[in-house]
């Protein structure tokens, strides 16, 4: 069920005023109702699926925290239930890619009739879901969690609907305080208001209409010239923030319509001056996920800088990975850690002054060049058996200064890069609600009617959000 469409915009508009209707513990229920028909809107037998999952993972916590000082009992708890998280996971997410490796590597064709016998369905979130519930796991078995809670506010802490499908990834402690006395206010209101729109702007206005513009060129790259090819490069990795970012911004506005507060998940990314900054300003939740989970796991920063630099490496890679089952994801995520390794094995002496002021645009467009070329292999990605040839093709079509044609409106997909740098500038400045209160009353009617005009013009409400499939 899409934000944009429709059935969600009846489905929040019940929900919304029904659980301003109520008190105490049936706030609850219709969080949790809702979520369940927002959910089982794409299918009811993966709802079940679900359900029963977290209705699983609620017993593992259980006897986590009943486990207490019993270092043995707590470790037993803790890696079966990772396991078991990991395993759902992978049967779902990995089956096809993991069967299709083993026959590249063996060539058994009983591996690849077994392979194409068996039709899986990817649940929506799946990814999402199970790191926030392997997080929550984890923070108990780090005594960071010791409080035990209903399985009424475990299901809703997981199945909150506004951030269910693509993050952010909450943390227990963000989160669960919140139901007791969830806050509603006009400042709250007018906040949550302004991010559902520009939300909508970002995902039906820009992100919707790049794709309109770049999806033809990925089937046919040889045709294309080096500068279309940079310009859909470009072009892919500004869609790809709107519409994520654009996700994240509705979610966050829902919620604090519903009286809470979603963690940030994007911080003007695209204005960094140097990879380390970008990925503490890109998808937060998820890096800080990845660190806490995986980076610490694997030791950090205890063994020496070569250590924490290859684990930082293994991180991004495995980063890559959890973003679909595909070579090209896992070229994506270690070429970034690459990126990240070369960057802290060599750091660079701060620049102060003038030259700081000079030398900052450079680093913001090397930055955000180097990440368009990894836009290539995650693009590519979507692609399936053809990701890693199309992959290659648009990387020599760009380097080899291949000649072709101009792609089709490349005005228009300039002006919506150079939109979607606007955004970024204005996440890294704080946001524009932080103005008084009377500019916020003026501004959002007006931004509201602009809105609807241009939603008329531009949007037809289809598109899926890019990471749906994650």
């Known amino acids: 069920m899409l934000f944009n469409s429709i059935p969600f915009l009846i489905l929040f508009i019940f929900t919304y005023s029904i659980y301003w209707l109520v008190n105490g513990v049936w706030k609850r229920y219709v969080l949790l109702i809702s979520s369940i028909l927002f959910y089982s809107y794409s299918s009811i037998a993966l709802t079940a699926h679900f359900l029963l999952v977290v209705l699983i993972n ?32 992978s049967i779902f997410k990995y089956f096809y890619f993991i069967t299709g490796s083993i026959y590249t590597i063996t060539g058994l064709s009983s591996i690849k009739e ?6 899986i369905a990817l649940p929506l979130a799946i990814s999402f879901y199970t790191f926030q519930i392997i997080a ?11 409080k035990k809670v209903s399985v009424l506010d475990f299901l809703i802490f997981i199945l909150f609907f506004p951030q269910l499908i693509a993050g952010p990834i909450m943390r227990s402690e963000e989160f669960l305080p919140s139901l007791d006395s969830p806050m509603i206010d006009w400042a709250r209101m007018e906040k949550g208001i302004y991010l559902i729109l520009t939300g909508l702007l970002k995902k039906v206005v820009i992100a919707d209409s790049i794709g309109g513009i770049i999806n033809i060129v990925y089937p046919n790259v040889k045709e294309y010239s080096m500068l279309s090819l940079a310009l859909t490069s470009f072009g892919f990795i500004s869609q790809v923030y709107c519409d994520f970012s654009g996700y994240t911004d509705m979610a966050r506005g829902l919620a604090n319509l519903l009286g809470f507060e979603l963690p940030t998940n ?50 991004m890679t495995l980063g890559g990975l959890w973003h679909g089952a595909n070579i090209t994801y896992l070229i994506w995520g270690f070429y970034l850690g690459l990126i990240l390794f070369i960057e802290r094995a060599f750091p660079k002496k ?12 450079f680093q913001v467009f090397i930055v955000f060049s180097l990440f368009a070329i990894s836009g290539i292999f995650f693009r590519s990605g979507m692609l399936g058996d053809k990701s890693l040839e199309t992959s290659f093709q648009f990387l020599k079509g760009i380097f080899s200064l291949q000649s072709g044609k101009l792609i089709y409106r490349h005005e228009e997909l300039i002006s919506y890069i150079f939109l979607t740098l606007i955004f970024n500038y204005i996440e890294f400045r704080g946001g524009i609600f932080q103005e008084k209160r009377i500019l916020r ?27 749906f499939q994650f």
């Open 441 to 467: 009353f003026v501004f959002l009617p007006f931004y509201a009617m602009i809105l609807l005009l241009l939603l008329g013009l531009f949007g037809d409400g289809g598109a899926d959000f890019i990471y």
């Open 350 to 361: 701060e620049i102060v002054g003038v030259l700081q002021k000079i030398l900052y645009p």
């Open 114 to 119: 077994f392979s194409l016998s068996i039709q």
């Open 58 to 89: 609620f017993y593992f916590a259980k006897k986590l925290l009943e486990s207490g000082d019993n270092d043995k009992s707590s470790k037993f708890w803790i890696r079966i239930s990772v396991i078991l998280n990991l395993l759902n996971l």
């Open 266 to 315: 994007f911080r003007g990314p695209y204005i960094s001056k140097s990879f380390t900054e970008f990925w503490t300003r890109w998808h937060v939740t998820l890096s800080t996920w990845l660190r806490d989970y995986i980076y610490i796991s694997l030791g950090g920063n205890r063994a020496g800088e070569l250590r924490a630099n290859t684990n930082m490496l293994i991180t």
């Open 136 to 146: 929550y796991l984890v923070d108990i078995y780090r005594k960071k969690i010791t």
